[in-house]
């Protein structure tokens, strides 16, 4: 591999040589250091990386003003911008390398491609908003997508425009027609699955494929899995060191708390987690450790063994939640509501 080529800037390449495939790689770091590039760059370096730049067949140039492209429809929201984008990706890459799901899915340069792309794009165009409220407020996306996945509709639909939009970021305008189709129905199908709304469902029936006789990881369980692998990295910063996991946290909560005020401004009701007056946030990600978070990752260790060892970090990190839940009950207390 040849990267010199990328124009990826030097401190940031010397962080991925290093760190590529790492749980613990910081990715606001990486961000700052590739002037807030980090999203962009990160992409030139995993298809020069796994050689994606002859699966579709186009120059770097072409890649790196598609991510451009992408990266700037991210809107600078407390949470869902373009660095949990770049996270997302990142950590879908530590689940296929580190841990090994390439090996055990078989996953060849094309199903590779497909879930970085599905990490990167997953919540392009987000307005810092829940489904929950773009339907109850009517918004104009509800409409749209008749209150049907709404905002996960509508990221890869807008990612798609992208490329056919202006052939000189077209990073699909080379493949086959069905290679295209294939990746292009990959690819929706990730993006899809990051709906909260059918995280219980599809967890129970992945469970029940993985224990099943016939599962077939590299066979007809591999999209599930894929699925699996782009949903868990959405979800995944309680995996992550205390310090990087706070950081996430506080900004998720400061994003729900401003939708909040906005449901209290529109006589809304006032949605799960978004009150902030009432919503403990180490009492939340107690809840959200062990109703979500835990049982996801417990499904990724199901096919693959190698997680293990950052499965630990789930309840050490729970511990520091439930020892900071008195301190935030005094916060609340102090802090009168409107
Ligand atoms: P999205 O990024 O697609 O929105 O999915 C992640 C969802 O998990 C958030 O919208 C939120 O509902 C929930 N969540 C909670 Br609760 N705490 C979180 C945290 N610390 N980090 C990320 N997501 C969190
Ligand atoms: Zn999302
Ligand atoms: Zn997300």
Redesign the pocket.
């Known amino acids: 591999a040849n990267f010199q080529k990328l124009n990826i800037p030097k401190r940031l390449l010397e962080i991925l040589y290093k760190q590529h495939d790492d749980l613990y790689i910081d990715p606001f770091e990486c961000d700052k250091l590739s002037g807030g590039e980090g999203l962009v760059n990160l992409m030139l370096f995993f298809f020069e990386n796994y050689n994606l730049f002859d699966v579709f067949l186009i120059k770097p140039k072409v890649v790196r003003g598609y991510f451009e492209e992408v990266m700037k429809g991210y809107l600078d929201n407390p949470y869902?911008n373009k660095v949990?984008a770049q996270d997302v990706a990142q950590t879908c890459n530590f689940l296929l390398s580190k841990c090994k799901f390439i090996e055990i899915g078989q996953l060849d340069e094309q199903d590779i491609a497909c879930v970085l792309i599905a990490g990167a794009i997953h919540?392009y165009g987000h307005p810092g908003l829940?489904n929950a409220f773009l339907i109850n407020s009517r918004n104009d996306l509800a409409l749209t997508y008749n209150d049907q996945s709404v905002l996960e509709m509508y990221h890869p639909s807008q990612c798609f425009k992208i490329a056919w939009g202006n052939q000189k970021v077209n990073i699909f305008e080379n493949l086959q027609f069905h290679k295209y189709r294939r990746i292009r129905e990959s690819i929706i199908l990730m993006v899809l699955s990051?709906d909260?709304a059918h995280h219980a469902s599809e967890l129970a029936i992945t469970n029940s494929r993985i224990a099943a006789p016939d599962f077939e990881p590299n066979g007809k369980d591999k999209q599930r899995l894929m699925d699996l692998i782009v949903h868990s990295s959405?979800?995944s910063?309680?995996t992550k060191s205390f310090e990087i996991?706070k950081n996430?946290?506080e900004k998720?909560l400061t994003e729900f708390w401003l939708q909040g005020d906005k449901e209290r401004d529109l006589g809304l009701p006032i949605s799960y987690?978004c009150n902030r007056y009432t919503t403990n946030t180490a009492e939340?990600?107690v809840g959200?450790i062990d109703y979500?978070v835990k049982p996801t990752f417990a499904c990724v260790l199901g096919f693959l063994p190698a997680y293990e060892p950052f499965f630990q970090n789930l309840d050490k990190n729970k511990a520091k939640w439930q020892e900071l839940i008195e301190y935030y009950k005094q916060q609340l207390a102090s802090i009168q509501p409107k």
């Open positions: 869902h949990h919540d829940t990051t909260m959405d979800v910063n309680p996991y996430w946290t998720v987690l939340a990600q959200f979500v």
